[in-house]
């Protein structure tokens, strides 16, 4: 029983982060084996335990009346991708509630018991079929325990549906991506190009479909942007004639005797000055931090910048389509960070990240699919 968790574990695990080792290999600028390693190290400390305790337990659940083995199945599994999801540095990537992104009726509980809700009802229904394969005589008991459950599920989902927001006001936005090669974000030399390509782009677009309000991805400014007049000034003559703000990720640096630096978003005024700043709150192990201490190998030198430092809370930023709640890459990946937007009076939700130098889709619609969860 624990072998076939551990085997089900990997495959699952190389089925949906196949783009991993080569992505490794790309911005550590080493050997596609350390992208492996990497790969196989994380998989199995953080996935192959989870899914080796829910095989055992499940071994036991399966000699339950039929109703509690599904309904205590599907809990089971729950427990399983909440413990990958926090344990250690955490790991919520692939989660199955997210399989139901576009299933509008589905998703709608979300609101309730969040991405783990929506996990219940799949692996429910799934339980369900596979009892009612492996034992017909179980069949008629275990169908109906998941027909009752997704039943008040999509009644949910209709009820709110049918509330909608009929009193939300509509204003245009204009997202950018420049698409600027990674090898090139922190090249000095290459800061006011760089920065060239989004005005232009942003140019076009605000001349093609006028926007309160322009977003461009996570670390698209490759200069610390608050010590940079002239760049700013250089962002203003877009923003200017369009009365358009900004919203765009880049370092922050303190001004402390000993530098420490954020990950940041910046809200831009029409002029080009920063009026708002949200620092990154959940940072990417390996990346953004390094949770064993030195690892020399994998410690690339972006500019100054080795380590970013984790922010402080910050309200929304105060942005011309309302307050807007930031996630930064990987934190979209997380509830919480969208939860305490929210309570914070979050109107919209904005996510940063510059992925595209993976070169996987697969794995930017499932970052995405995960994004439209935290909504």
């Avoid at 200017?240 to 005797?257: D, K, N, T, V, Y």
């Avoid at 920063?274 to 990154?280: E, I, Q, S, V």
Wanted: hydrophobic share 50%; glycine share 8%.
């Amino acid at each position: 029983t624990l072998r076939v968790g551990a085997l089900v574990a990997m495959t699952g695990t190389t089925a949906t982060v196949s783009w991993m080792p080569p992505a490794v290999a790309i911005y550590y600028a080493q050997p596609i084996a350390i992208g492996v390693g990497l790969f196989v190290g994380i998989t199995v400390l953080m996935v192959v335990p989870p899914f080796m305790a829910f095989a055992a337990v499940y071994h036991r659940l399966a000699r339950l009346p039929a109703p509690l083995t599904v309904l205590g199945g599907a809990a089971a599994w729950v427990v399983t991708e909440y413990l990958r999801a926090n344990l250690w540095t955490g790991n919520p990537w692939a989660l199955q509630g997210y399989t139901q992104v576009g299933v509008d009726h589905v998703i709608q509980v979300a609101d309730l018991a969040g991405v783990y809700g929506v996990t219940f009802v799949v692996f429910l229904a799934n339980l369900a079929v596979a009892e009612a394969i492996a034992v017909p005589r179980r069949a008629a008991a275990a169908l109906s325990t998941a027909l009752f459950v997704l039943g008040a599920v999509l009644a949910y989902g209709r009820f709110r549906l049918a509330q909608g927001d009929g009193n939300a006001a509509s204003v245009p936005v204009t997202a950018v991506q420049g698409n600027i090669d990674l090898g090139a974000h922190w090249n000095s030399d290459l800061f006011g190009r760089n920065l060239d390509t989004y005005l232009r782009l942003t140019d076009q677009a605000l001349r093609a479909t006028p926007s309160r309000v322009v977003v461009w991805p996570e670390a698209a400014f490759t200069f610390f942007l608050e010590t940079e007049p002239l760049y700013q000034e250089a962002i203003g003559l877009v923003l200017r004639p369009h009365g358009a703000e900004l919203i765009a990720g880049g370092p922050q640096q303190s001004a402390a005797e000993t530098p420490v630096y954020h990950n940041a978003a910046f809200l831009l005024d029409p002029a080009g000055a920063p009026r708002a700043r949200y620092d990154k709150r959940q940072l990417l192990p390996f990346a953004e931090y390094f949770p064993f201490g030195a690892t020399a190998l994998l410690r690339r030198t972006f500019g100054r910048v080795q380590e970013f430092a984790v922010g402080d809370p910050a309200p929304p930023l105060p942005s011309a389509a309302g307050p807007a709640g930031v996630l930064i890459c990987n934190e979209a990946l997380f509830p919480d960070r969208a939860r305490e937007a929210a309570r914070e009076g979050a109107a919209w939700l904005v996510t940063l990240t510059n992925d595209t130098w993976i070169g996987s889709r697969q794995f930017a619609l499932m970052a995405a699919d995960m994004a439209v969860v935290r909504a």
